[in-house]
C-alpha cells in the first residue's frame, strides 16, 4: 500500500491515481460487466460491403468518426500533462471524444491548469470538462464550474458522481444531500450541456431519471466491471483499518450492461454513453446494441497513452476496425442500425 499523510493534496492524489491505475491490478475481482453474455446473432450474409460501413455519429452537434470516447482520467499532476497531450493529440488525428480528469486541481492551483489544456494538439475534438458533482456542496458553484469549461475551451460539462471512493477515502468529501436541485441550477447556467458521470459503480434507473429531470444533457453510466476506484483507494490506504473498509467494496456496483439498459429506459431521448470495463471495439458495439450511443474506454486508453501518442492511435485503429467488422457481421450499416440490432443473452 502506498503511504500517505494526513495532509494529503489534490495533486499527490492525482499522482497517487494515475500510477496505482498503471503498477496495480484495480480490476474488479469477481464482478464483470455483464458484456460477456450478451452475442450478436452471426449474419454469413449480410448484404453488406465493408467499405460501406459507416461508424461516423453525431453528439453534441458534433460529427464524430467513430462512437468512441476516450474517458475521463488525469490532470492536476505532471504527469497528466503527457498523458492528456498523448491522448488528445490523437484523438486529433481520428476524430473522437475525450473527457479530462477532474479539474478540481486547477481551480484549486492555476499553475495546475495546463496539465488539461490540450487544445493546442486538438483544436477541433468534442472535449469534455470534468468537476466532482459532490463539490457543490464544498462551495463550488456555476462560477467554478464555468471556469472548468473555459479553462480547457470545452464543449461540454461532465458532473462526476464518485460516493463510494469518497466514502472510502480518509480525505474524503462525502456530503452528497442535497446535490440534484444544485445539479439542476449549474444545467440552467453554465454555457455548456452538463453530463452526469458515474466514474464505475453505474447508475440505478431512478437516478437517471431525477438528473434527466435536473436538467442533464446526457448520461455516462460507467457501469461495474472494469476498474474498482475502491480498489485504487485501498492501494493508497493510509492504515489497515482503511484498507480492509476500502477492499470490501472491492465487487459492489451496477454491471455496465445493467447500467445502459437502465439509462436507455429513464432516458430513452437523450445519448447515453457507455462506459466501465469496455476493453474493445466488440463490446463498444453490444453497449451501441444496448441503445448506448458512444462507448467510452479509459484503462486501455491510459496504458497507450503512457507509451506515445503511436500507442494511442493505434489502439483507436483496432478499436474502430474491431466496431466496424461488428457491424458487418451484424448486417449493420450504420451506428442507427446497430442500436435496433438484436443480441442474443446466453
Same mark, same amino acid.
Given at each position: 500500500?502506498?503511504?500517505?499523510?494526513?495532509?494529503?493534496?489534490?495533486?499527490?492524489?492525482?499522482?497517487?491515481?494515475?500510477?496505482?491505475?498503471?503498477?496495480?491490478? @484495480?480490476?474488479?475481482?469477481?464482478?464483470?460487466?455483464? !458484456?460477456?453474455?450478451?452475442?450478436?446473432?452471426?449474419?454469413?450474409?449480410?448484404?453488406?460491403?465493408?467499405?460501406?460501413?459507416?461508424?461516423?455519429?453525431? %453528439?453534441?452537434?458534433?460529427?464524430?468518426?467513430?462512437?468512441?470516447?476516450?474517458?475521463?482520467?488525469?490532470?492536476? &499532476?505532471?504527469?497528466?500533462?503527457? #498523458?492528456?497531450?498523448?491522448?488528445?493529440?490523437?484523438?486529433?488525428? /481520428?476524430? =473522437?471524444?475525450?473527457?479530462?480528469?477532474?479539474?478540481?486541481?486547477?481551480?484549486?492551483?492555476?499553475?495546475? &491548469?495546463?496539465?488539461?489544456?490540450?487544445? *493546442?494538439?486538438?483544436?477541433? =475534438?468534442? #472535449?469534455? &470538462?470534468? !468537476?466532482?458533482?459532490?463539490?457543490?456542496?464544498? $462551495? /463550488?458553484?456555476?462560477?467554478?464550474?464555468?471556469?472548468?469549461?473555459?479553462? =480547457?475551451?470545452? *464543449?461540454?460539462?461532465? %458532473?462526476?458522481?464518485?460516493?463510494?471512493?469518497?466514502?472510502?477515502?480518509?480525505?474524503?468529501?462525502? *456530503?452528497?444531500?442535497?446535490?440534484?436541485?444544485?445539479?439542476?441550477?449549474?444545467?440552467?447556467?453554465?454555457?455548456?450541456?452538463?453530463?452526469?458521470?458515474?466514474?464505475?459503480?453505474?447508475?440505478?434507473?431512478?437516478?437517471?431519471?431525477?438528473?434527466?429531470?435536473?436538467?442533464?444533457?446526457?448520461?455516462?453510466?460507467?457501469? +461495474?466491471?472494469?476498474?474498482?476506484?475502491?480498489?485504487?483507494?485501498?492501494?493508497?490506504?493510509?492504515?489497515? /483499518?482503511?484498507?480492509?473498509?476500502?477492499?470490501?467494496?472491492?465487487?459492489?456496483?451496477?454491471?455496465?450492461?445493467?447500467? @445502459?439498459?437502465?439509462?436507455?429506459?429513464? +432516458?430513452?431521448? %437523450?445519448?447515453?454513453? &457507455?462506459?466501465?470495463?469496455?476493453?474493445?471495439?466488440?463490446?463498444?458495439?453490444?453497449?451501441?446494441?444496448?441503445?448506448?450511443?458512444?462507448?467510452?474506454?479509459?484503462?486501455?486508453?491510459?496504458?497507450?497513452?503512457?507509451?506515445?501518442?503511436?500507442?494511442?492511435?493505434?489502439?483507436?485503429?483496432?478499436?474502430?476496425?474491431?466496431?466496424?467488422?461488428?457491424? %458487418?457481421?451484424?448486417?449493420?450499416?450504420?451506428?442507427?442500425?446497430?442500436?435496433?440490432? $438484436?443480441?442474443?443473452?446466453?
Amino acid at each position: 500500500m502506498t503511504k500517505v499523510t494526513e495532509a494529503v493534496t489534490t495533486e499527490s492524489r492525482k499522482t497517487d491515481h494515475i500510477r496505482i491505475n498503471l503498477e496495480k491490478d @484495480v480490476q474488479f475481482p469477481r464482478l464483470t460487466t455483464g !458484456l460477456e453474455r450478451y452475442r450478436f446473432l452471426h449474419q454469413a450474409l449480410p448484404e453488406i460491403n465493408l467499405s460501406e460501413v459507416d461508424t461516423s455519429v453525431e %453528439l453534441f452537434g458534433k460529427k464524430l468518426s467513430a462512437p468512441i470516447v476516450i474517458s475521463s482520467m488525469t490532470g492536476g &499532476a505532471e504527469l497528466a500533462h503527457k #498523458l492528456n497531450q498523448n491522448l488528445a493529440q490523437a484523438a486529433q488525428t /481520428y476524430n =473522437i471524444a475525450m473527457g479530462l480528469g477532474s479539474q478540481r486541481a486547477g481551480i484549486e492551483k492555476p499553475e495546475l &491548469a495546463y496539465s488539461y489544456q490540450v487544445r *493546442n494538439v486538438a483544436p477541433d =475534438i468534442l #472535449l469534455f &470538462a470534468n !468537476l466532482g458533482a459532490v463539490q457543490l456542496n464544498y $462551495k /463550488y458553484g456555476i462560477s467554478q464550474c464555468q471556469r472548468a469549461v473555459d479553462m =480547457i475551451e470545452a *464543449n461540454a460539462l461532465i %458532473l462526476h458522481f464518485n460516493v463510494l471512493q469518497e466514502a472510502v477515502q480518509p480525505e474524503g468529501d462525502t *456530503n452528497f444531500a442535497g446535490l440534484l436541485g444544485k445539479v439542476g441550477q449549474i444545467c440552467k447556467h453554465v454555457s455548456v450541456p452538463v453530463i452526469a458521470k458515474e466514474v464505475g459503480w453505474g447508475f440505478s434507473e431512478q437516478n437517471v431519471r431525477d438528473l434527466v429531470n435536473a436538467g442533464v444533457s446526457a448520461i455516462d453510466v460507467a457501469g +461495474a466491471g472494469g476498474t474498482s476506484w475502491s480498489e485504487v483507494e485501498y492501494h493508497r490506504a493510509p492504515t489497515a /483499518y482503511h484498507a480492509r473498509v476500502a477492499a470490501s467494496f472491492a465487487d459492489w456496483g451496477i454491471p455496465t450492461s445493467e447500467a @445502459v439498459q437502465y439509462a436507455v429506459k429513464a +432516458a430513452p431521448k %437523450l445519448p447515453v454513453i &457507455a462506459s466501465g470495463g469496455l476493453r474493445d471495439g466488440i463490446d463498444i458495439a453490444k453497449c451501441i446494441a444496448l441503445g448506448a450511443v458512444a462507448g467510452g474506454m479509459a484503462g486501455p486508453f491510459l496504458k497507450a497513452a503512457d507509451h506515445s501518442v503511436e500507442a494511442v492511435e493505434q489502439l483507436i485503429r483496432e478499436t474502430t476496425s474491431q466496431l466496424r467488422i461488428s457491424m %458487418l457481421c451484424s448486417s449493420a450499416k450504420t451506428i442507427g442500425d446497430l442500436q435496433h440490432t $438484436k443480441l442474443l443473452k446466453v
